[in-house]
T-cell receptor, first 116, second 114 residues
Framework: NADVMQNPRHLVRRRGQEARLRCSPM?????VYWYRQLPEEGLKFMVY????????ESGMPKERFSAEFPKEGPSILRIQQVVRGDSAAYFC??????????????FGEGSRLTVL | KNQVEQSPQSLIILEGKNCTLQ??????????LRWYKQDTGRGPVSLTI?????NTKSNGRYTATLDADTKQSSLHITASQLSDSASYIC?????????????FGSGTRLLVRP
């Protein structure tokens, strides 16, 4: 869904560098979700945020990964000291408070991280 | 344990043929079930949503069914087209820990050949 904007679409990093992925939700949406998808695999939940709050980070690795959704600006998924296993497509999705319980998420086109 | 299993894992059919994708879930309490289509290299897009009381719902050539008793859903594609080649993901919503959680299946990869 083009209304959920993710950037960069493609990112190449060397091992040990930092990766920052940005997501601007659909207009009016205050709920943001991040998912990781390895090649040929399904989507894996990472974290669910509302403005200035992390609601559920049960899918987030305990180290090197962090996420935020500030009052102003996009949501950021940050990966420190990247390793080759971090290479994946990272999808952001958003929902409004009203659609949260229907399970309808609007996905961005993803950010593809390649770690050399 | 809340799980969503999809079958087959992958499927190849000829253009114009019909096919049916399966989704079995062991989720409780169930809220709703949604089918998404994910084109290669793109984000998933919602096709249809099924609530507890609904048995069948159509969206063009896509028809989803839900049997809440057996906890099974199917997605039937009629008169397949090349553009139907994609991954189809079943997602079940469950009320857990005071909020709704989405449980994703691993998807069925469909390839439609001319």
């Amino acid at each position: 869904n083009a209304d959920v904007m993710q950037n960069p679409r493609h990112l190449v990093r060397r091992r040990g560098q930092e990766a920052r992925l940005r997501c601007s939700p659909m207009k009016g949406h205050s709920h943001v979700y991040w998912y990781r998808q390895l090649p040929e695999e399904g989507l894996k939940f990472m974290v669910y945020l509302q403005k200035e709050n992390i609601i559920d980070e049960s899918g987030m690795p305990k180290e090197r990964f962090s996420a935020e959704f500030p009052k102003e600006g996009p949501s950021i998924l940050r990966i420190q000291q990247v390793v080759r296993g971090d290479s994946a497509a990272y999808f952001c999705a958003s929902s409004s408070a009203g659609t949260q319980n229907t399970g309808e998420l609007f996905f961005g086109e993803g950010s593809r991280l390649t770690v050399l | 344990k809340n799980q969503v299993e999809q079958s087959p894992q992958s499927l190849i059919i000829l253009e114009g043929k019909n096919c049916t994708l399966q989704c079995n879930y062991t989720v409780s309490p169930f809220s709703n079930l949604r089918w998404y289509k994910q084109d290669t290299g793109r984000g998933p897009v919602s096709l249809t949503i099924m609530t507890f009381s609904e048995n069948t719902k159509s969206n063009g050539r896509y028809t989803a069914t839900l049997d809440a008793d057996t906890k099974q859903s199917s997605l039937h594609i009629t008169a397949s087209q090349l553009s139907d080649s994609a991954s189809y993901i079943c997602v079940v919503s469950v009320w857990m820990d005071s909020s709704y959680k989405l449980i994703f299946g691993s998807g069925t990869r469909l390839l439609v050949r001319p």
